[in-house]
């Protein structure tokens, strides 16, 4: 349940961004209009709605959570301090504290980044599987090497120190049980 609520929190959140770029791609001499009016230079408007889409974007899949985590509360901090910032208006007090809950469910995404149904916890899985089918090459390599010196050393008539060895052959045929005992052994 919490994998779903988590799922569900990530693409509302991603939503808000994805929808309100779109529409200041598509209007963009009303967004040039507001970000001058907020007192901020011209040419804002398509960096900000290319920013608000494409992050939405990578929220709602997952990817680069974390980086788009920080940097879309960040943003929505940056709204209040040039936006909303009469807190005697209702409507822009409302705006703020608005703003304010995105930014900490942002935080929150930012904490819990890797979650299941995403990007970058698919990522981290496959690099947990590319570890260990490494590990597990190596270890058989490893295996292999020392079947082939010991091989060599039969070969050559090398007789290994006692000490070297720890297996125990029971019956006397020169095979130690340790190398031919099975799971369904049990002696």
């Not at 994998?3 to 961004?17: D, E, V």
């Not at 920013?51 to 980086?67: D, P, S, Y």
């Not at 608005?98 to 149904?117: D, E, P, Y």
Request: net charge positive; charged share 20%; proline share 4%.
């Amino acid at each position: 349940m919490n994998t779903i609520a988590a799922f569900a929190g990530r693409i509302l959140l991603a939503l808000i961004f994805i929808f309100s770029g779109a529409n200041k791609l598509f209007d963009i001499n009303s967004t040039e209009a507001m970000i001058t009016g907020a007192g901020l230079p011209p040419g804002l408007a398509v960096p900000t709605g290319l920013f608000e889409l494409i992050g939405g974007i990578a929220i709602a899949f997952g990817f680069m959570t974390r980086l788009f985590s920080i940097l879309f509360a960040g943003f929505c901090l940056l709204t209040i301090l040039f936006f909303h910032r009469n807190f005697l208006d209702p409507m822009q007090g409302t705006m703020a504290l608005k703003n304010l809950a995105i930014a900490g469910g942002f935080l929150c995404l930012f904490a819990h980044s890797q979650m299941r149904w995403s990007y970058d916890s698919m990522r981290i899985a496959r690099r947990g599987e590319i570890a260990t089918r490494e590990a597990e090459e190596r270890a058989r390599e490893a295996e292999l090497r020392a079947a082939h010196a010991e091989g060599k050393a039969a070969a050559a008539g090398t007789v290994v120190p006692p000490s070297a060895v720890t297996y125990t052959d029971r019956d006397g045929d020169g095979i130690p049980e340790t190398r031919r005992r099975r799971w369904w052994s049990l002696t």
